[in-house]
């Protein structure tokens, strides 16, 4: 599971990672990782934290296949592309509830909402 796909996931085990990373590059703050958490502990999910390939890549061992579910993501595709390298990966197409120009600000939620918000609602 990654942060583009809080839903019910498509296989089990899930896991999540939290990665120091991405929370640094992306600057989440506090109001964020707690409304993952939350999100999280609603799921049949394990939660853990760390460096997400090798915290996946270690998990899966050589015989697993990583099943996720795609993003626009650029950090997130980056991590599928490195675990790819690593074991099998099957990306699952992300459910579309709208559809957005390639150009969509995704580095904050509420300039994506703007777009989106019109389109849903």
Known sequence: MHTDCL??????????????????????????????????????????????????VALAGQDTVVVTVSSPDPWIREQIRLIRERVAVEVLPAPEYVELPENVDLTRFSRYWKRAEKLLL
């Open 7 to 56: 839903a019910v996931p498509p296989c089990e085990p899930a896991v999540f990672v939290f990665d120091d990373e991405q929370i640094e590059a992306g600057q989440w703050g506090l109001k964020r990782l707690l409304f993952l958490y939350e999100c999280l502990l609603e799921l049949p999910v394990a939660i853990k934290r760390g460096r997400t390939v090798e915290a996946l």
